[in-house]
């Protein structure tokens, strides 16, 4: 039979009446014993509460270290409950440095789970189900099969070599007839990942340095000398005026200059181009690529080309999507624009080389795709410095030692060469980090049923009742008063008769 002792109260004072606590006799169970007063009496024995065939807890190990610990770092407790005069039925207040250390004791042996609330709801239940699938698909549809989230990526790192081949006839009054070859209309004859293409000419012949009259415009028509300032320099003038009105033609009359003589008038630009034969030259470009993470190189000239096939192919989208030769009236055409009206005033030119390559399939699967844009200004709106032009010179020296040369303004096309892409191979980090990714993303289903039940639902704050337990400050007062009160009051004594 198991008798409880309770402690008597001190001679002249009133029996207290008894306080209950609960008195641990598992894990997790309990029962409702009386709790003694504050003052002691018989039956107490020193140290923690004992049950007769079990020794107070001594158990080994961390759990018993940190409780060694905070017993050190907290005595208070005792010498609270000493300080307190005979007679003093009042509950004893708890210390602060007691407070802290019961803090502290629970955040170092209490553990906190969340609360999980199911509610039985066709509505809700199709809403989460419905996010979960539409996530599911999210992650197997877009980052794993379109996105290849499972594999490690690498960009491409290319160089690029071009060689233009084509020969062109023209015949005018100032040049008479001339065959124009590659030395002729490509300039200059190497560029970085681009090649220039002269299309049209403005060509002034036999220059000299000397005296002559400027062109005529606002800053340099005159009538008289002192219209004309010795040694001015303007930005659009041909040379250094010399302070002299004379001559530019029958009826006007410019400041005379000291320049290149005849200065150039470029006023007038032809039309067609002076080479629109330039539509059938042909470009053979020369694209080698490597991904350096997988060690991976090729080129464009595929290894199925041979020789033969190369110097009869041109390419085309449909028949020959792998021949590196284009022509450029194809390439202009590509982009969706007139070649005859480009080749009057010039413009920039882009031919893309797409590599994207899946090296978890074979390496012969890895080939290039050809598109093409134009890349200057074509908007109708913006008609002001149209095209592409720059000037060059050629210089000469008759048998006199007299320089001359002849300018050349030309206009043509650039075309720039654009290599880009990416490779792609099975990874494990890759495919385990998409994976966690997209589970973490089911968390999004709980958030929106949430915000669903508890702000949306006729029931809300039902649900909210039931999904959150409120608890005051009054509430955890009273608690921590209690976990303070159970360290002060003497512990009882269970024995086994």
Known sequence: ???????????????????????????????????????????????????????????????????????????????????????????????????????????????????????????????????????????IGWVFLWEKGYQETDSVVSSVTMKVKGVALTNTSALGARIWDVADYVIPPQAENAVFVVTNAILTLNQRQGYCPDLPDDTTECKVNKDCVPGYVDIHSSGIQTGECVA???????????????????NVVPRPALLQEAENFTILVKNNILYPKFNFSKRNILPSIN?????????????????????????VKAAGQNFEEMAVKGGVMALQINWDCNLDRSASLCVPEYSFRR????????????????????????????????????????????????AGK???????????????????????????????????????EKKYKYVEDDELVSITEVRVKSKLVPPLTLERS
């Open 307 to 331: 020789s033969s096939y190369l110097r009869k192919c041109i390419y085309d989208s449909q028949t020959d999507p792998f021949c590196p030769i284009f022509r450029l009236g194809q390439i």
């Open 1 to 139: 039979m198991n008798l409880i002792s309770l402690p008597q109260a001190a001679q002249g004072e009133p029996a207290a009446p008894p306080r209950f606590r609960s008195a641990h006799l598992g894990c997790g169970q309990g029962r409702r014993l009386p709790e003694a007063p504050a003052g002691g009496g018989e039956g107490r024995q020193s140290g923690a509460g004992t049950i007769p065939g079990r020794s107070p807890d001594t158990s080994p190990g961390a759990a018993g270290a940190l409780s060694g610990l905070l017993e050190a770092l907290c005595p208070g407790g005792a010498a609270a409950a000493a300080a307190r005069p005979v007679g003093d039925s009042r509950p004893p207040s708890p210390p602060a440095a007691m407070v802290s250390c019961g803090a502290l004791h629970s955040f170092l042996f209490e553990y906190d789970t969340p609360r999980i609330v199911l509610i039985r709801s066709r509505k809700v239940g199709l809403i989460n189900r419905g996010v979960q699938l539409a996530i599911l698909a999210y992650v």
């Open 426 to 464: 099975f990874d494990v980090i890759p495919t385990m980090v998409n994976i966690g990714s997209g589970l973490a993303l089911f968390g999004v289903a709980t958030v929106l049923c949430d915000i669903f039940v508890l702000y949306c639902m006729k029931k809300r704050y039902y649900y909210r």
């Open 375 to 422: 890349l200057d200004n074509t908007n109708p709106a913006h008609t002001v410095s149209l095209g592409y032009n720059f000037r060059f010179a050629k210089y000469y020296k008759d048998p006199n030692g007299t320089e001359s040369r002849t300018l050349i303004k030309a206009y043509g096309i650039r075309f720039d060469i654009i290599v880009f892409g990416k």
């Open 248 to 266: 530019y033609n029958n009826t006007i009359k410019t400041c005379e200059v000291f320049a290149w003589c005849p200065v150039e008038d470029d």
